[in-house]
């Protein structure tokens, strides 16, 4: 049974930084590995900020993103981690890292809606404060 954990969340003030670690367990496979994010506003849907083909390591982020946070992987721990820096209030809420698995890179890793991914972790709080 796949198992995802994540992990590196807390509390930090605006301009900080946080390094999120995600710890996927018997994938197999080739995979789209995404962080999602869910703010706490009202109405605001779970986005995926980031995302990484696990065969080749090709990336992909949101826009709003791009520049602030980096993803990365390392295989031989099958972890994928997401590097945010330059925080923003905004980047407050519930971070989960979610598989899908792939046969070919692309930004589809980042666009398929949530639904459609086979594998959840329970998700780490980023909380930033001014």
């Known amino acids: 049974q796949v198992h995802m954990v994540e992990s590196g969340g807390g509390s930090v003030q605006a301009g900080g930084s946080l390094r999120l670690s995600c710890a996927a367990s018997?994938?197999?496979?080739?995979?789209?590995l995404t962080w999602f994010r869910q703010s706490p506003a009202p109405g605001k849907e779970r986005e995926a900020v980031?995302?990484?083909?696990?065969?080749?390591?090709?990336?992909y982020y949101s826009d709003s993103m791009k520049g602030r946070f980096t993803i990365s992987q390392d295989n031989a721990k099958n972890t994928v981690f997401l590097q945010m820096t330059s925080l923003k209030l905004v980047d407050t809420g519930m971070y989960s890292c979610?598989?899908?698995?792939?046969?070919?890179?692309?930004?589809?890793?980042?666009?398929?809606?949530?639904?459609?991914?086979?594998?959840w972790g329970q998700g780490t709080q980023v909380t930033v404060s001014s």
């Open positions: 980031a995302a990484i083909f696990t065969e080749d390591s090709s990336t």
């Open positions: 979610a598989a899908r698995a792939s046969l070919e890179a692309g930004r589809h890793c980042l666009l398929v809606p949530p639904v459609r991914f086979h594998y």
């Open positions: 018997r994938l197999s496979g080739t995979y789209c």
